[in-house]
């Protein structure tokens, strides 16, 4: 996994892109990994890994479910740090 300098750059990039919001999340809890891609360094994370899933608001217009995203804990804290940066 790529140390924190890097992964808070990928946070940045993402923000910027608009693949992940700046806005907090609905909800978020960690579990085991369900071998999903990480949002943000984008490799799968294993079911020996801890994996955080975060619900974003609804992805708009006429679809109503909620926007799940899954990262790797390090991934997490590098988006909360990048996204709540004054």
């Not at 609804?58 to 804990?73: A, C, E, M, N, Y």
């Amino acid at each position: 996994m790529p140390d924190e300098p890097l992964l808070r750059e990928r946070a940045r990039a993402a923000i910027a892109r608009g693949a992940i919001p700046r806005e907090r999340p609905e909800r978020f809890w960690g579990g085991r990994g369900t071998g999903e891609a990480c949002t943000i360094c984008e490799t799968i994370i294993a079911q020996g890994e801890v994996e955080i899933e975060v619900e974003l608001s609804s992805r708009g217009g006429q679809d109503t479910r909620p926007d799940i995203r899954h990262f790797h804990v390090r991934c997490f804290a590098a988006w909360e740090l990048e996204r709540t940066k004054v």
